[in-house]
């Protein structure tokens, strides 16, 4: 089939990509830094870091990593950060050093961060100081042998480094205090010039550049493994495709999606590192109003986001008012882009809302619509680069155009497989390279890819995946509860909210104790907005609850 759309290819963009001009990621950036050594990179609360302070910093941060602490290649380094300058210093230094990185939502509760570092066997955590409490019950039941520990302003300049992590910390109290007497200040190691020579690390496309967790329908996340190979694939792939539009030296993206979610982390930071270009970070884009004031102090070309944080600002006050003379694009990812709001991002900025495709698993970049004519279609775009996409059954035959079934990739930013789950990685990723997306999808003979539905039982809360199981558990693991069952439930602002409907023993249990008994070992999108207590839930005849039928019968409802 892959033959069939070549014709629909962009002008100038070519089917295939060549991945033997980085070796690994600090390739990528050292290339980047040559280059570009006195241009910004990254900006955040009105500090920039030029290419060349980016590559000292780094550079520091990988010689104590590796001499001080004494990690060795292939050691697994988490990193639990908001949008803020020492993530990619923590990044890049982490590659520089032969590490792997375990990026961690900085947001997770105490249960959710102790399986993620259990099962990656991180033996070093750079740590948000925020969050630096939640180790406190969880250090020693983990493979942790050392915490880093980082404030708000670290690496902003002086005085506002110093009153930022005044204001955090004792005015607004925002910094809860943590048990960890053994912990390093990050700004020490900055500190640090020529205390510890780094020794490069022989990095191939081979070693595994990321541990990055996604999850599935049959239990807890899993850590794919994602190599060097696969990122450095991704990223030529997706500049290749952006290089109509997009040019070096001259672009200034919005960073506003968490770095450590795989969307920003490949087209943001590294994508634009690739091109010479800034990322200006937004720390708390929840925040509109300062999100906004923010963007009024600046000519950026590109913005990426999902569909919520879009139709959030143009429903903000004084977004309409801003400069838009110089964006480009607004590229959206990780869940659907409504027409609706592409048409009113069209009407307001002039700059076209396109949608891309991709997975965790994928790197996630898949499918992306053209950059010579950029507008909104309704599909999720083309195959990129050196990518097949294929629509099967569920046997693995490939169904004509048309036709809806289960999206499969194969490529070169195809995964390695999950981290110590070989049954897992066996489910999606058959011997002949193919990955089954979970997706159910259609193309038409250009080669322009619709996604349907989801297969799995897979909850997309503004772009971030919600696994019923886990929510599940949770709820049992209450008392009053008897049998519960997630589902997904369509909402304007956050494409879904997940909805659990539950079998009670205890009729004095409200929704209300209930959210707060999820709130405890849930993260905040997780946790059920909505709460039904039913007398019983259907079943299959071997006692499978069926979330399929509940689905049907809050549709019905609605029709």
């Known amino acids: 089939m892959k033959k069939v759309w070549l014709e629909s290819y962009p002008q100038g963009v070519p089917a295939e990509i060549s991945c033997d001009e980085y070796a690994s990621l600090a390739d990528v950036l050292q290339a980047s830094v040559q280059k570009f050594r006195r241009l910004p990179a990254f900006a955040n609360f009105g500090t920039t870091l030029t290419y060349e302070q980016l590559d000292d910093y780094s550079t520091r941060f990988a010689a104590y990593l590796q001499q001080a602490l004494g990690l060795q290649k292939g050691e697994r380094l988490a990193i639990m950060l908001p949008n803020i300058l020492q993530y990619p210093v923590a990044l890049f230094g982490a590659f520089k050093a032969g590490l792997t990185v375990v990026n961690v939502n900085p947001l997770y509760t105490e249960r959710e961060l102790e399986y993620q570092l259990k099962d990656s066997g991180a033996t070093a955590i750079l740590v948000f100081e925020n969050r630096a409490h939640l180790l406190d019950g969880i250090?020693?039941?983990?493979?942790?042998?050392?915490?880093?520990?980082?404030?708000?302003?670290?690496?902003?300049?002086?005085?506002?480094?110093?009153?930022?992590?005044?204001?955090?910390k004792y005015v607004k109290r925002m910094v809860p205090a943590h048990k960890c007497s053994h912990a390093i200040d990050f700004r020490r190691i900055m500190k640090q010039r020529k205390?510890?020579?780094?020794?490069?690390?022989?990095?191939?496309?081979?070693?595994?550049?990321?541990?990055?967790?996604?999850?599935?329908?049959?239990?807890?996340?899993?850590?794919?493994?994602?190599?060097?190979?696969?990122m450095v694939a991704n990223v030529q792939q997706a500049s290749t495709w952006l290089s109509p539009l997009i040019e070096e030296r001259k672009e200034i993206i919005i960073t506003a999606l968490p770095l450590y979610h795989i969307f920003a982390l490949t087209a943001n930071c590294l994508t634009f590192t690739k091109f010479g270009g800034l990322n200006y970070l937004i720390t708390n884009p929840r925040d509109l109003k300062s999100f906004v004031g923010e963007l009024n102090n600046l000519k950026f070309t590109v913005i990426t986001g999902v569909n919520t944080l879009f139709n959030s600002l143009l429903h903000t006050p004084g977004f309409a008012a801003l400069d838009f003379s110089s964006l480009k694009l607004a590229l959206g990812g990780g869940m659907a882009v409504q027409r609706t709001v592409a048409?009113?991002?069209?009407?307001?900025?002039?700059?076209?809302?396109?949608?891309?495709?991709?997975?965790?698993?994928?790197?996630?970049?898949?499918?992306?619509?053209?950059?010579?004519?950029?507008?909104?279609?309704?599909?999720?775009?083309?195959?990129?680069?050196?990518?097949?996409?294929?629509?099967?059954?569920?046997?693995?035959?490939?169904?004509?155009?048309?036709?809806?079934g289960e999206l499969c990739i194969r490529g070169p930013q195809v995964m390695k497989g999950y981290w110590n789950r070989p049954e897992e990685t066996a489910k999606v990723l058959a011997e002949d390279g193919w990955f089954r997306s979970g997706d159910i999808a259609t193309m038409d003979e250009q080669g322009y890819v619709r996604i349907v539905d989801r297969k799995k039982d897979m909850i997309l809360v503004s772009g971030f995946n919600v696994y019923p199981n886990e929510v599940e558990e949770v709820v049992v693991a209450h008392p009053g509860v008897v049998e519960a069952a997630a589902v997904g439930v369509p909402n304007e602002d956050s494409g879904e909210i997940v909805k659990v409907f539950v079998v009670r023993k205890d009729t004095g249990l409200t929704a209300e104790l209930l959210r707060v008994h999820c709130k405890q070992y849930l993260t905040a999108y997780k946790v059920p907005k909505e709460v039904e207590f039913v007398e019983a839930l259907p079943k299959s005849n071997v006692g499978k609850i069926l979330r399929r039928e509940l689905r049907q019968q809050l549709a019905d409802k609605v029709a």
């Open 139 to 168: 250090l020693d039941k983990t493979s942790l042998q050392h915490v880093i520990v980082t404030g708000i302003g670290d690496l902003l300049e002086f005085p506002r480094s110093w009153l930022m992590n005044f204001v955090v």
């Open 343 to 404: 048409e009113e991002w069209l009407k307001i900025t002039g700059a076209p809302l396109v949608e891309a495709y991709g997975l965790t698993e994928t790197c996630p970049a898949a499918c992306m619509n053209s950059m010579v004519d950029p507008h909104y279609n309704g599909s999720v775009g083309l195959p990129i680069s050196s990518t097949e996409c294929s629509i099967q059954d569920d046997q693995g035959n490939e169904l004509p155009f048309g036709e809806s």
């Open 195 to 230: 205390d510890y020579r780094l020794v490069e690390s022989d990095l191939g496309h081979d070693d595994i550049a990321f541990l990055q967790y996604t999850g599935g329908t049959t239990g807890l996340s899993k850590g794919a493994m994602l190599t060097h190979g696969n």
